[in-house]
């Protein structure tokens, strides 16, 4: 039950631990490195780069360098100031020819007014209210995962849980079906996880991936998603429906269809954001409650916390830790003489733990009331297309399982995807001890 004699529940020890990722690594972790985050997040090292030098000059391995930028303020700065920190040069760490960049671009490289031209065509999808009107269909499809799950007892929460329900309504978008799904969420795995050899043939530090550097994430899964993409396209010619694709296929605002180029590369990205990330936040918010089940049974206590709770999941996992943008003039950044052409790269995973920005942010508290965290972006013109219907399937995920599982035990290790550009945990073994309706619990 909620502790009513005290306002203030995120006080209440039964809703927060300090300290809830224990040891926070080495203070000078290589962040160049995706072998460093195999081992979790170097928080040591963001803590001590936003106290001595929150906008440091991090060299690569080839001579260029970035500057990482790890405080809550000036990661909101470059994320709202468009104009001096271009998305144009790419957002991720890779240096793109020009020929790269133009056969890659999606609209997340580009800066508005020409984002935004991409952006409207499904916005609407997106909304509050419209993802607020599909609560229904979400929560028939988490239902469906977490009852073919749970008889198993045993099972890698990842793939039966975590994976599932952002894939099958991923589906349910883009009017594909799960068969589909499957095939679509192996192909996203090896987009994002292109620096992961257990989710490509090809990482790209790994082997020359050049006859791939036209293609989306330099990856050979983007070949195969690209003639799907062309067969649903030809589909939804023939036969409009009310689903993403078919939107993609309308004219935009000034009145000229996407190019076929265009058309692929939004399918793309719908495929690589539109399951893993929520994946990885739902298992990482999972993880927290295993390494400290008193906040699972304080949630379980009290449901009322469920929309604190899953704002503190987002901050705490930060799974797209950071973007690349690029200084379009000279500027002053936390003490350091940016020039124009410099590559930057803010690190949300960074500006969600400021000290600063977030009282006691090593504390993971259910009832957290203040978190205008970034894990979504923070309000610019890239705020995540995908931020709400992320927290609904977040939100009704957790209140379904709180409603059946009396707790999670963890069966072996947890291992983590090889990447310094999202953060996740891609196994997570677990089993599963039932609540009935009497109370009593079972295995």
């Known amino acids: ?168 309504m991923l589906g349910r978008l883009l009017g594909t079906s799960d068969e589909d799904g499957h095939r679509l969420v192996e192909w996203g795995d090896a987009l994002l996880g292109n620096t992961d050899p257990e989710f490509t043939s090809h990482p790209v530090d790994l082997v020359d991936t050049e006859e791939f550097r036209m293609m989306p994430f330099r990856s050979p899964a983007a070949i195969e998603l690209f003639r799907f993409a062309d067969k649903m396209a030809a589909e939804r010619r023939a036969n409009p429906g009310d689903d993403i694709i078919s939107r993609l296929l309308n004219p935009t605002t000034d009145g000229e269809p996407l190019s076929d180029l265009e058309f692929k590369n939004f399918f793309t990205l719908l495929v690589a954001a539109g399951n893993d990330t929520t994946r990885y936040t739902m298992t990482d918010g999972l993880y927290t409650m295993l390494r400290h089940p008193e906040l699972w049974a304080a949630w379980k206590a009290d449901p009322s916390l469920t929309e604190t709770a899953v704002e503190e999941i987002l901050r705490t996992s930060s799974v797209t830790m950071h973007f690349r943008r690029t200084a379009t003039r000279d500027l002053e950044l936390g003490g350091q003489q940016i020039k124009a052409g410099d590559k930057m790269l803010i690190w949300f995973i960074s500006a969600n733990y400021d000290e600063d920005g977030f009282p006691d942010p090593y504390r993971f508290d259910l009832a957290r009331e203040k978190n205008d965290h970034m894990a979504f972006g923070r309000n610019g013109p890239h705020l995540c297309l995908g931020a709400w219907l992320a927290r609904m399937e977040l939100r009704v995920i957790f209140e379904e399982l709180l409603k059946r599982v009396d707790r999670f035990e963890q069966t072996g290790p947890i291992e983590r995807l090889r990447s310094n550009f999202i953060s996740g945990i891609k196994h997570l073994p677990v089993r599963v001890v039932l609540a009935d309706q009497t109370g009593d619990t079972h295995g």
């Open 1 to 168: 039950m909620s502790d009513t004699s005290n306002p203030d529940r995120s006080l209440h020890p039964a809703t927060s631990v300090a300290n809830h990722l224990g040891d926070l690594g080495t203070a000078e972790a290589d962040l160049n490195s995706h072998d460093t985050f195999t081992n979790g997040v170097p928080h040591a090292t963001f803590k001590r780069l936003r106290a001595t030098n929150p906008v440091a000059w991090t060299e690569e391995v080839d001579g260029s360098g970035y500057w990482s930028i790890t405080k809550y303020a000036d990661a909101l700065l470059a994320s709202r100031d468009v104009e001096t920190f271009t998305s144009s040069k790419g957002i991720r760490i890779e240096d793109m020819a020009p020929d790269e960049l133009e056969a890659r671009c999606t609209m997340m490289e580009l800066d508005p007014p020409d984002h935004t031209r991409l952006r409207r065509l499904v916005n609407r999808g997106f909304t509050r209210r419209t993802v607020e009107a599909y609560e229904d269909a979400i929560r028939e499809l988490a239902v469906m995962v977490i009852e073919e799950a749970l008889p198993k007892g045993e099972f890698d929460f990842v793939n039966e849980i975590a994976e599932q329900l952002p894939m099958r």
